[in-house]
């Protein structure tokens, strides 16, 4: 069947939100939208979860603090027991405060990197990628719905246009992929 | 959409569109430079290749080109270093701590405050690099395995804590910094004509499209990435607190430094942060986003992190008398008294009464006084580091050794000419780069913008109804 994929365009982020509401009340499903700025509370609407990328900046956080003990024990305990003033390194707990600050800035600096990195990846977004806006004019003041037909087969390419006219757009456009 | 009390004053003023605030921020970019652009531009090239100039004649001849002796190890290098950190701590505050208190007004100038901190911390991080004589062995203070058998940094040392805080806070500072940059290369990427600047900022900008994905991924992380930034920035400068504070001289040790450093390092940020954002506002026509709200905004925290300073010095001479220590106390009598008076006093002028100056509504709303007086402070404060630097050394335990500091040329030099490269990369910021993080800037323009505020709400139907209860 050839896709059929609309781009509904409104000019105000309010007007995207309440015309998503709308549709997907009647059951259609919106599988994207694009906008200039985050649209709060669109998420659950047209279904999108929540992102897990604070989990992942957790366990990244925890790791660093990991390879900073291991490290720092390892360098400073085991392999060369530094005396300083006549109390050398015996033990990892008898120096642990002096350890505490490179074990934070470890922490922070491994959490901080892996988050950024994974976003960075998870979102496709790395230099030399191509722009995947609808419209170049995403990215100034209007906001782009968009709903493909393949994913809405209960209703026909008219029945979604009319609904869409509803909603108070101010331009829709189309495109078929074979 | 949030609906703010009317009698909140605006924070963008004037009747903006989404399209206005795109139109405004981007323009400068896409206009020819102003003629004034190329003349500070190339002012401050001059004064940056002087201080290159400075650093290849250091790094060839040895850092006995600096006017120190063998009584006074540390005297402009470490000053001009604790003075560009601390300078570099206001971008990353506005941007990470306001974040998280949810301030509005951050969102207007974050952007260029943390282009300054970036580009203050490069700064600053040449002065230990330098420092070092043999700048290609700078990679030793990383714990690498290495050819002389079992040997690694000292851990417990905090001149190696100071390492690892400041690389993270530079690259911490950057990626946050250009994660927000990124759905705005893309605004400019979308109206770039010129197939150059097209093609650079699609580059720029990673293929940023604006899903919603990714604006959610985009706020949790940005919001992580605040929460970890803040204790950051507060480490940091307490970590550079300790190069003093762990020592056992008098003046230096001292267990006040930490947050007497921090509130420093914010006081003397935000007085950068208005002396580059007066200009800025002006030259590129911004004084609709950033106007003498925000101004203000920043002078109350000048004027509480300046109080917090004044307590802190006034604290430090009690603690001298009180300790009972007298060496700890000739320290301080040498400070206010000694060859340093001049500094000393210039420190308390400077720092202590021109703060105080901001509870006046009708100064703390001046705009030239404000870019006086953060002068002002940012001059104090590089006195205050000198005074505590030099004036704790330069008279120690051996009379016989007492000794007085005197820049040499390349001293001076090295110094002016940071200051000429930092205005070469925030000139270029300003030149290439959104000043203002436009589409978060958008975010609150229903909110705080003078238009929507004050209009009748012609918005019907959404379901949160917070502004019901207004009418």
């Given at each position: 069947?050839?896709?059929r994929?609309?781009?509904?365009?409104?000019?105000?982020?309010?007007?995207?939100k309440?015309?998503a509401?709308?549709l997907?009340?009647?059951g259609?499903?919106?599988?994207?939208v694009?906008?200039?700025?985050p649209?709060?509370?669109?998420d659950?609407i047209?279904g999108?979860?929540?992102?897990?990328?604070?989990?992942?900046?957790?366990?990244?956080?925890l790791?660093?603090?990991?390879?900073?003990?291991?490290?720092?024990?390892?360098?400073?305990?085991?392999d060369?027991?530094?005396?300083?003033?006549g109390?050398?390194?015996f033990?990892?707990?008898?120096?642990?405060l002096?350890?505490?600050?490179?074990?934070?800035?470890?922490?922070?600096l491994?959490?901080?990197?892996?988050?950024?990195?994974?976003?960075?990846?998870?979102?496709r977004?790395?230099?030399?990628i191509?722009?995947?806006?609808?419209?170049?004019?995403?990215?100034?003041?209007?906001?782009?719905?968009?709903i493909r037909?393949?994913?809405?087969t209960?209703?026909?390419?008219?029945?979604?246009?009319?609904?869409?006219k509803?909603?108070?757009?101010v331009e829709?456009?189309?495109?078929?992929?074979? | 959409?949030?609906?703010e009390?009317?009698i909140?004053?605006?924070?963008?003023?004037?009747?903006k569109?989404?399209?206005?605030?795109?139109?405004?921020?981007?323009?400068?970019?896409?206009?020819k430079a102003?003629?004034?652009?190329y003349?500070?531009?190339?002012?401050?090239?001059?004064?940056?290749?002087y201080?290159?100039?400075?650093?290849?004649?250091?790094?060839?001849?040895g850092?006995?080109?600096?006017?120190?002796?063998?009584?006074?190890?540390?005297?402009?290098?470490i000053?001009?270093?604790?003075?560009?950190?601390g300078?570099?701590?206001?971008?990353?505050l506005?941007?990470?701590?306001?974040?998280?208190?949810?301030?509005?007004?951050?969102m207007?100038?974050?952007?260029?405050?943390?282009?300054m901190?970036?580009?203050?911390?490069f700064?600053?991080?040449?002065?230990?690099?330098?420092h070092?004589?043999?700048?290609?062995?700078g990679?030793?203070?990383?714990?690498?395995?290495?050819?002389?058998?079992?040997?690694?940094?000292n851990?417990?040392?905090?001149?190696?804590?100071d390492?690892?805080?400041?690389?993270?806070?530079?690259?911490?500072s950057?990626?946050?910094?250009?994660?927000?940059?990124?759905p705005d290369?893309?605004?400019i990427?979308?109206?770039?004509?010129?197939?150059?600047a097209?093609?650079?900022?699609?580059?720029?900008?990673?293929?940023w499209?604006?899903?919603?994905?990714?604006?959610?991924?985009?706020?949790?992380?940005?919001?992580?990435?605040?929460g970890?930034?803040?204790?950051?920035?507060?480490?940091v400068?307490?970590?550079?607190?300790f190069?003093?504070a762990?020592?056992?001289?008098?003046?230096?040790?001292?267990?006040?430094?930490?947050?007497y450093?921090v509130?420093?390092?914010?006081?003397?940020?935000?007085?950068?942060?208005q002396?580059?954002?007066?200009?800025?506002?002006k030259?590129?026509?911004?004084?609709?986003?950033?106007?003498?709200k925000?101004?203000?905004?920043m002078?109350?925290?000048?004027?509480?992190?300046?109080?917090?300073?004044?307590?802190?010095?006034?604290?430090?001479?009690?603690?001298?008398?009180?300790?009972?220590?007298?060496?700890?106390?000739?320290?301080?009598?040498?400070?206010?008294?000694?060859?340093?008076?001049?500094?000393?006093?210039?420190?308390?002028?400077?720092?202590?009464?021109?703060?105080?100056?901001?509870?006046?509504?009708?100064?703390?709303?001046?705009?030239?006084?404000?870019?006086?007086i953060?002068?002002?402070?940012?001059?104090?404060?590089?006195?205050?580091?000198?005074?505590?630097i030099?004036?704790?050394?330069?008279?120690?335990y051996?009379?016989s050794?007492?000794?007085?500091?005197?820049?040499?040329?390349?001293?001076i030099?090295?110094y002016?000419?940071t200051?000429g490269l930092?205005?070469?990369?925030?000139?270029?910021?300003a030149?290439?780069?959104?000043?203002?993080?436009?589409?978060?800037?958008?975010?609150?323009?229903k909110?705080?913008?003078?238009?929507?505020?004050?209009?009748?709400?012609?918005h019907?139907?959404?379901?949160?109804n917070?502004n019901?209860?207004?009418?």
């Open positions: 069947m050839a896709e994929i609309f781009y509904a365009m409104y000019d105000d982020d309010d007007v995207l309440d015309g509401k709308h997907v009340s009647k259609v499903k919106v599988s994207e694009f906008s200039p700025f649209i709060h509370g669109i659950p047209i999108i979860k929540n992102t897990r990328l604070g989990i992942m900046a957790f366990i990244y956080g790791t660093g603090l990991l390879l900073a003990t291991i490290g720092m024990r390892y360098f400073m305990v085991v060369w027991p530094m005396n300083i003033g109390k050398p390194n033990t990892y707990m008898d120096n642990i002096a350890f505490i600050p490179i074990t934070f800035e470890f922490t922070v491994c959490a901080a990197h892996g988050m950024a990195i994974t976003y960075m990846l998870r979102n977004t790395l230099p030399g191509p722009a995947q806006n609808p419209d170049p004019r995403t990215t100034d003041d209007r906001f782009v719905m968009e037909l393949s994913e809405n209960k209703f026909s390419a008219d029945d979604l246009q009319g609904m869409l509803e909603t108070g757009i829709l456009d189309q495109k078929e992929l074979k | 959409m949030h609906k009390a009317a909140r004053e605006p924070l963008i003023l004037g009747h569109s989404f399209h206005d605030v795109t139109e405004d921020v981007c323009r400068p970019i896409e206009d102003p003629k004034m652009w003349v500070l531009f190339g002012i401050a090239a001059i004064i940056g290749l201080g290159v100039g400075c650093i290849l004649y250091l790094l060839g001849t850092v006995g080109v600096w006017g120190l002796n063998k009584t006074i190890g540390w005297a402009w290098d000053t001009n270093f604790v003075w560009w950190v300078i570099g701590h206001a971008g990353t506005i941007s990470a701590v306001l974040l998280l208190f949810r301030q509005k007004w951050r207007a100038i974050n952007r260029s405050a943390e282009a901190t970036i580009f203050a911390v700064m600053a991080g040449l002065f230990p690099l330098i070092m004589g043999r700048l290609w062995l990679y030793w203070v990383l714990p690498l395995p290495n050819q002389f058998g079992s040997l690694w940094v851990f417990n040392s905090p001149l190696l804590w390492v690892f805080a400041i690389s993270t806070y530079l690259s911490v950057l990626v946050f910094w250009y994660i927000g940059l990124i290369f893309a605004t990427r979308d109206r770039a004509k010129k197939p150059i097209k093609k650079m900022y699609s580059i720029l900008s990673f293929g499209s604006g899903r919603a994905k990714h604006w959610n991924r985009f706020e949790l992380v940005s919001l992580v990435l605040a970890l930034a803040t204790p950051l920035v507060f480490s400068h307490s970590i550079v607190s190069d003093f762990t020592s056992v001289i008098p003046g230096w040790h001292t267990t006040i430094f930490p947050p450093f509130a420093g390092a914010v006081f003397s940020g935000f007085a950068m942060v002396t580059l954002m007066l200009v800025m506002r030259a590129m026509g911004l004084e609709a986003y950033i106007h003498t925000h101004v203000e905004y002078n109350i925290v000048i004027m509480v992190t300046g109080s917090i300073v004044g307590t802190a010095y006034i604290t430090e001479l009690f603690i001298s008398w009180y300790s009972g220590v007298e060496y700890e106390a000739y320290a301080f009598i040498n400070r206010a008294t000694g060859p340093y008076w001049w500094a000393y006093a210039s420190m308390m002028t400077c720092n202590v009464v021109s703060p105080q100056l901001m509870w006046f509504k009708k100064l703390r709303t001046s705009l030239i006084f404000t870019f006086i953060s002068i002002v402070v940012n001059i104090g404060m590089w006195f205050e580091r000198y005074v505590i030099v004036t704790s050394l330069h008279r120690d051996l009379p050794s007492w000794s007085m500091h005197y820049p040499s040329h390349i001293d030099g090295v002016v000419g200051i930092f205005f070469v990369f925030f000139l270029l910021f030149r290439f780069f959104p000043v203002l993080a436009l589409n978060e800037v958008k975010t609150i323009l909110s705080s913008g003078e238009s929507y505020k004050n209009a009748p709400d012609t019907h139907g959404h379901s949160d917070e019901n209860n207004e009418h």
